[in-house]
């Protein structure tokens, strides 16, 4: 996945662990990724987190604690199921 002439990603999904800490040892241990950065709060949960894989980034944090998006109604969005029309009733392949 590369964005501009840099190559650098344009996307950098985002995760919530329940054990962020774990989730970090199993990405660069198991995984090879890079530990870019790690803020934790008082309380040892992981704030914000990124770790790299080659021209690749992810940010993580510790699911559950309060941040800015604790005050938005709806957050953490709940699963919906998704579904597709058809391409019959789309009317492709006319």
Known sequence: MTGGASGVPT???T???DDAKAAIRTLTQGLGFTEEAVHEG???SVLHAELSLGNGRVMLGSR???GPTSSW???PPAATPVS???P???GWGR
Do not use: K, N
Request: charged fraction near 20%; glycine fraction near 14%.
């Open 11 to 13: 996307i950098y999904p």
């Open 15 to 17: 995760i919530l662990y």
């Open 42 to 44: 008082e309380d040892g």
């Open 64 to 66: 559950g604690r309060e």
């Open 73 to 75: 109604p709806g957050w």
């Open 84 to 86: 597709s029309p058809s």
């Open 88 to 90: 019959a009733s789309a």
